[in-house]
């Protein structure tokens, strides 16, 4: 079995990686990002497409959310100091929380839009040709950008990439409307509604991607536990050691890219603190081992001692 000191050593050098690997990411994606908003400002202008500008307003918006996101990550990844001695990870939920704001907000926007459009007298709808033209490439460029998004999750979990990944799958649905939009236009001369029924399904994904990122963003600033099926991991890992006689004030949060883990277990008072500190200290390597971004607090209690002043939740063993 490796020593702490190799897993400490690996993770310092894991943490280097993740950090390269969600900045790749968010820099790729603020590139693209802008690419797309310069080629459709030119289709909703050429255009007077609804729907286009719908596809635009969302596009301007995950710019902002991606120059968020990329600050919120660089911050996130600096190492703990004096005044912050848990890290900063915890700015990837106001960064999250944020974005989910400028989201429902631009939803509001496309729906007011829309709904003028609707009493309003119709503008046709021009350059169906460009307006295609520009969608199928904007879905070109969010598929690879979603590739680049999806590897780089897999290796950082983080929050504010994981916004931007689920914004910009949803913007392939998007693009789509667009076209499927000024196809009917043009397909059926004088019918703008449809036109706009697709940019109030639009604006409604738009808003729906925005609360969930708001929700998942509370969850980490109020530090929701864990979801319960990666807590029955945590609690099988620590039951797989038959020296421990029972375990209890199982607490886990998010923060970041990081997971906290703490919780006390009970052991033989006869016990040297030699011999338990060598037992959780093999707990505490398991549980790195499953959840790699972990910090890990253990108590030790002497067998039926288990009242501590940190107990706050009444009746709640695990």
Same mark, same amino acid.
């Given at each position: 079995?490796?020593?702490?000191q190799? &897993?400490?050593d690996?993770?310092i050098?894991s943490?280097?990686?993740?950090?390269?690997?969600a900045l790749?990411?968010?820099r790729?994606?603020?590139? +693209?990002?802008?690419?797309?908003?310069?080629?459709?400002?030119?289709?909703?202008? @050429?255009?007077?497409?609804v729907a286009m500008?719908?596809?635009?307003t969302? $596009?301007?918006?995950?710019?902002?959310?991606? +120059?968020?996101a990329? &600050? $919120?990550?660089?911050?996130?990844?600096?190492? #703990?100091?004096?005044?912050?001695?848990? =890290?900063?990870g915890?700015?990837?939920g106001?960064?999250?929380?944020?974005?989910g704001?400028?989201?429902?907000?631009?939803?509001?926007?496309?729906?007011?839009?829309?709904?003028r459009?609707?009493?309003?007298?119709?503008? #046709?709808?021009?350059?169906?040709?460009?307006v295609?033209?520009? *969608?199928a490439?904007?879905?070109v460029?969010t598929?690879?950008?979603?590739?680049?998004q999806?590897?780089?999750?897999?290796?950082?979990?983080? /929050?504010?990439l994981?916004?931007?990944?689920?914004?910009?799958?949803?913007?392939i649905?998007?693009? %789509?409307?667009?076209?499927?939009?000024?196809?009917?236009d043009? /397909?059926?001369?004088g019918?703008?509604?449809?036109?706009?029924?697709?940019?109030i399904?639009? @604006?409604?994904?738009?808003? &729906? *991607?925005?609360?969930?990122?708001?929700?998942?963003?509370?969850? %980490?600033?109020?530090?929701?536990?864990?979801p319960? $099926?990666?807590?029955?991991?945590?609690?099988?890992?620590?039951?797989?050691?038959k020296?421990i006689?029972?375990?209890?004030?199982?607490?886990?949060?998010?923060?970041? %890219?990081?997971?906290?883990?703490?919780?006390d277990?009970?052991?033989d008072?006869e %016990?040297?603190l030699?011999?338990?500190?060598?037992?959780c200290?093999e707990?505490e390597i398991?549980?790195?081992e499953?959840? #790699?971004n972990?910090?890990?607090?253990?108590?030790?209690? #002497?067998e039926?001692?288990? &009242?501590?002043?940190?107990?706050r939740v009444? =009746?709640?063993h695990?």
């Amino acid at each position: 079995m490796k020593t702490p000191q190799a &897993y400490h050593d690996e993770n310092i050098a894991s943490l280097e990686d993740t950090r390269k690997d969600a900045l790749k990411a968010a820099r790729f994606t603020i590139i +693209g990002v802008l690419l797309i908003v310069v080629i459709k400002s030119y289709a909703a202008y @050429a255009s007077a497409s609804v729907a286009m500008l719908a596809s635009l307003t969302d $596009s301007v918006g995950d710019l902002l959310i991606s +120059g968020v996101a990329l &600050y $919120s990550i660089r911050l996130s990844l600096a190492p #703990p100091d004096e005044d912050h001695r848990f =890290g900063h990870g915890k700015v990837e939920g106001f960064s999250a929380f944020f974005e989910g704001a400028i989201l429902i907000g631009a939803a509001c926007f496309l729906v007011f839009e829309s709904i003028r459009h609707m009493t309003a007298a119709a503008e #046709p709808i021009t350059a169906h040709t460009t307006v295609i033209a520009v *969608s199928a490439i904007s879905i070109v460029i969010t598929v690879i950008m979603t590739q680049v998004q999806r590897r780089a999750l897999k290796k950082t979990q983080s /929050l504010a990439l994981e916004a931007d990944l689920k914004h910009y799958t949803s913007d392939i649905w998007i693009n %789509m409307g667009a076209i499927i939009a000024v196809t009917s236009d043009l /397909l059926f001369a004088g019918t703008p509604i449809f036109d706009q029924i697709i940019s109030i399904a639009i @604006a409604a994904y738009i808003g &729906y *991607s925005g609360f969930t990122i708001v929700k998942k963003a509370t969850d %980490m600033l109020m530090d929701k536990e864990l979801p319960e $099926s990666e807590r029955e991991e945590i609690i099988a890992i620590i039951n797989s050691h038959k020296e421990i006689k029972g375990m209890h004030d199982l607490r886990t949060w998010r923060s970041g %890219m990081s997971i906290h883990i703490s919780f006390d277990v009970e052991l033989d008072g006869e %016990m040297k603190l030699e011999d338990a500190h060598a037992i959780c200290r093999e707990m505490e390597i398991e549980l790195i081992e499953r959840f #790699p971004n972990a910090e890990i607090i253990i108590h030790m209690d #002497p067998e039926g001692d288990t &009242y501590d002043t940190r107990h706050r939740v009444h =009746g709640l063993h695990h």
